[in-house]
Each structure stands twice: as structure tokens, then as C-alpha cells.
Nanobody, 123 residues
């Protein structure tokens, strides 16, 4: 059973930065597209960013494209989300996810989910 464990969430002021990490329990990152989704209170879970198994292709939601960067380290079986210039509307629980293809992550057709990490951005 694959496990995805997120870390790095917390409380930050608007304009600040956070780096989320996701560690997989086995060789998941080199066999799957890995991504991040988020869910704010009262809202549906939404796509944030995804990177393909090789790390060569990355896709972002429009609202984060200029501020967030997804990366992965297959040797460490990990994926990261660097979040800069954070805004209060970025406040949400952020979930790490693994799927067959990048398009699957974008439409939330996920094989494996992490437990989530809270990100709170104060104004």
C-alpha cells in the first residue's frame, strides 16, 4: 500500500513563502505523475500543480502559476511545492496525490492521496 506523507504546512503572513514536501513510501514518484491539490473550507478540492513521472513536464492552476513551483526528486521519492507570495485565498488543506498521468491529477482521478497539511495565510 502506497503512503504519501505531507509536511511543511503552517501559518504565514500574506506575501510570505512556504515549501511543502511529500514523501512516498515506495518508488511512487518515478512511476506516477505527482501533484498537489487543495481544499478550502466550504469549497471543493481543486487542482494546484502536477509534475510527470520524469519531472520534465509541469502544469499549474492559473491562480498559482506565477507564484508556485512543483519539483520532484525521484532518488528521494519525494515531491515538493514551493509557494511564494502567498495570499489569504491560498488558505486550504493541501493534499499530495499520485496518479497515472498528469491529466488524471488535473481532473482528480487519483490513485493515492496523502492525509493533507494545513496552510493558513493571514492578511
Amino acid at each position: 500500500q502506497v503512503q504519501l506523507i505531507e509536511s511543511g504546512g503552517g501559518l504565514v503572513q500574506a506575501g510570505g513563502s512556504l515549501r511543502l514536501s511529500c514523501a512516498a513510501s515506495e518508488r511512487t514518484s518515478s512511476r506516477h505523475a505527482m501533484g498537489w491539490l487543495r481544499q478550502a473550507p466550504g469549497k471543493e478540492r481543486e487542482f494546484v500543480a502536477v509534475v510527470d513521472w520524469s519531472g520534465a513536464s509541469r502544469y499549474y492552476a492559473d491562480g498559482v502559476k506565477a507564484r508556485f513551483r512543483i519539483s520532484k526528486d525521484n532518488a528521494k521519492n519525494a515531491v515538493y511545492l514551493q509557494m511564494n507570495n502567498l495570499k489569504p485565498e491560498d488558505t486550504a488543506v493541501y493534499y499530495c496525490a499520485a496518479a497515472e498521468r498528469t491529466s488524471d491529477v488535473q481532473i482528480k482521478r487519483i490513485n493515492y492521496w496523502g492525509q493533507g497539511t494545513q496552510v493558513t495565510v493571514s492578511s
